[in-house]
C-alpha cells in the first residue's frame, strides 16, 4: 500500500480539480500518438493519424483523451486503494486489448508535460514529485495483470 502525505494528497486533488479536461485530455493523447507513434497502433479504427496536424483535429482522439483523463479521476477518488481500483482495466488492457504496459508511462509522461504546461510556474518540483509518485502507481495498477 502506498503512503500518502497530506501534501500529496492535496496536491493532487488541487490539481485535478483545475484542469480543463476536455483540453488536457485530448492534448496529452494526442501529444502521446505523435512522439511515439508506435501507440498508435491501438487506435487502427481512429481514421486518419498519418501527422502531427491530422492527430491534434482527430475527434476520436480528443474524444478518447477524454476519457483516459476522466479514468484517473477514479484514482483520485481512491488514493488508498488504486491498485484494485484498476484491477478491471488492468485485465481489460492485457487480455482484450494487449497494450504493451510501458505505453501506459508513456502517455503519464505526456500528461505531465502537459499538466505542467497548463500550471506554468504553480509546477514547482514538490508538486511535480507529487504528480509522477500518483502517475507512477496509477501505472503500475495498470501494468499488474501483466506479471
Known amino acids: 500500500m502506498v503512503e ?3 501534501f500529496e494528497r492535496a496536491t ?3 490539481i485535478f480539480s483545475k484542469i ?3 483540453i488536457v485530455g485530448p492534448a496529452t493523447l494526442a501529444r502521446c500518438l505523435v512522439v511515439y507513434p508506435w501507440c498508435q497502433r491501438y487506435f487502427g479504427n481512429f481514421g486518419n ?3 502531427a496536424a491530422a ?3 482527430n475527434p476520436m482522439v ?3 483523451g477524454t476519457i483516459i483523463l476522466h479514468g484517473l479521476d477514479r484514482a483520485v477518488k481512491n488514493m488508498d486503494d488504486i491498485k484494485n481500483t484498476y484491477a478491471e482495466l488492468s485485465v481489460l488492457h492485457s487480455e482484450k486489448l494487449h497494450v504493451d ?3 501506459f508511462k508513456l502517455l503519464t509522461d505526456c500528461l505531465t508535460i502537459v499538466v505542467a504546461g497548463q500550471m506554468g510556474k504553480a509546477f514547482t518540483g514538490e508538486v511535480q514529485a507529487a504528480f509522477q509518485k500518483f502517475l507512477a502507481v496509477v501505472v503500475t495498477s495498470l501494468g499488474r495483470q501483466y506479471h
Open 4 to 6: 500518502w502525505t497530506d
Open 12 to 14: 493532487i486533488q488541487d
Open 20 to 22: 480543463d479536461y476536455d
Open 49 to 51: 493519424l498519418y501527422n
Open 55 to 57: 492527430i491534434s483535429s
Open 62 to 64: 480528443a474524444k478518447h
Open 101 to 103: 504496459p510501458d505505453n
